[in-house]
């Protein structure tokens, strides 16, 4: 499936960016026996409309339409949507959009007993982050191997 979505992502990156609009990501998947090709889409700085979304959504099927040979041969049902505020922390300008942000951390193994941590991103390298937690009334930093990371995203603090 990946196959599929770097040929439609090569051929629809050039449309979302024309109208400075910013390629999230892309997924292909089989969901109780009906395939959806998923693009998610933003725009700086307060995000992305339904009117632009439902435009831009023209845009790309008709792009699709013309592929030849057609990398998707089997039915589909496109959505295109913003990724929403809790979105995935994926490329190294997502991680620079959250440096200082509240995040969301699900790891592959716990870390002082817990395997998912909410807190303030402080900083990051390629080896590990490192997270302001606050534990009841006071902060706590917590340093996390990348490598544990299960996923990352922008979380909402209550």
């Known amino acids: 499936m990946s196959k599929v979505t770097d040929i439609v992502r090569s051929a629809v990156e050039p449309i979302i960016a024309k109208r400075n609009d910013e390629f999230v990501d892309i997924e292909y998947v089989k969901e109780k026996g009906q395939n959806y090709l998923r693009i998610y889409v933003d725009k700086e700085p307060n995000g992305i409309d339904i009117d632009e979304i439902a435009d831009l959504s023209e845009l790309v099927s008709e792009k699709l339409d013309t592929l030849d040979p057609d990398p998707l041969p089997d039915s589909y049902i496109l959505e295109l949507s913003s990724p929403g505020a809790e979105r995935p922390i994926k490329t190294e300008k997502d991680w620079q959009k959250a440096q200082g942000e ?22 990051y390298n390629d080896d590990e982050v490192e997270l302001e937690v606050k534990i009841k009334t006071r902060r706590k930093t917590v340093v996390v191997p990348r490598k544990l990371i299960a996923n990352i995203r922008f979380a909402i603090e209550f």
Do not use: A, C, F, N
């Open 102 to 123: 509240y995040v969301h951390l699900g790891l592959y193994q716990k870390i002082d007993g817990k395997k998912m941590y909410e807190g303030t991103l402080k900083s």
